[in-house]
């Protein structure tokens, strides 16, 4: 089945580490978005790559860095440079630029500070 | 900016009862519409979307109407069971002709079915 993969599940990060977020889809999609999710708060956008080897920032992207080195991986550092790491961290894809795609979700990974 | 808005939650009713949730957006251009779906612990999954005026989306018995002039996107339901109870969030996607940024979401309402 096709779909978008993230892992872990669960992370915890001690402070000032830096710690990586897996992405993978098998949907051949072009674009590909990481969102933030807090309690009580909708998703924010952290960053967002239309096509390999180019990414944009989103509205919240300051602790944060990526990659799209190949189209099926859109992998997030978040850095000790994120004072407010814990949250939900959401990553999607969507076909193409096209603004009437919807974007489909991989499951969430969970980071908490230790 | 763009922006979404949705009634605040939670929202409780019983099985078999008739569910609106409200959302209403603010955008410079003429958006996408989308209702998402999240269960505890999981992703958002897409419940339906609009592209157009007047379009409807509709999916599971959900339907929602994309609204010009009251740039309204409300969602509904006739009769909800207990499965349906989770996170439903109201979005909007822009498409500026240099490629779509991401999802500008509203804060999601929280539904409770009760049995």
């Known amino acids: 089945d096709g779909g978008i993969t993230q892992s872990p599940k669960y992370l915890f990060r001690k402070e000032g580490q830096n710690v990586t977020l897996s992405c993978e889809q098998n949907?051949?999609?072009?674009?590909m978005y990481w969102y933030r999710q807090d309690p009580g708060q909708g998703l924010r956008l952290i960053y967002y790559?239309?096509?390999?080897?180019?990414?944009q920032k989103g509205d919240i992207a300051e602790g944060y860095s990526v990659s799209r080195e190949k189209k099926e991986s859109f992998p997030l550092t978040v850095t000790s440079a994120q004072k407010n790491p814990t949250a939900f961290y959401l990553c999607?894809?969507?076909?193409?630029?096209?603004?009437?795609?919807?974007?489909?979700f991989g499951d969430g990974t969970r980071l908490s500070i230790l | 900016g763009d922006s979404v808005t949705q009634m605040e939650g939670p929202v409780t009713l019983s099985e078999e009862a008739f569910l609106t949730i409200n959302c209403t957006y603010t955008?410079?251009?003429?958006?996408?519409l989308f209702w998402y779906v999240q269960y505890p612990g999981e992703g958002l999954q897409l419940l339906l979307k609009a592209t157009k005026a007047d379009d409807k989306g509709s999916n599971k018995g959900f339907e929602a109407t994309y609204r010009k002039e009251t740039t309204s996107f409300h969602l509904e339901k006739g009769s909800v069971q207990v499965s349906d109870s989770a996170v439903y969030f109201c979005?909007?996607?822009?498409?500026?002709?240099?490629?779509?940024?991401?999802?500008?979401f509203g804060k999601g309402t929280h539904l409770i079915i009760q049995p």
């Open positions: 955008a410079t251009g003429y958006p996408s």
């Open positions: 999607a894809s969507s076909v193409d630029r096209g603004g009437n795609q919807p974007q489909h």
């Open positions: 979005a909007l996607r822009m498409y500026s002709g240099g490629g779509a940024d991401g999802l500008t």
């Open positions: 949907l051949n999609h072009d674009a």
């Open positions: 790559s239309q096509i390999v080897n180019d990414f």
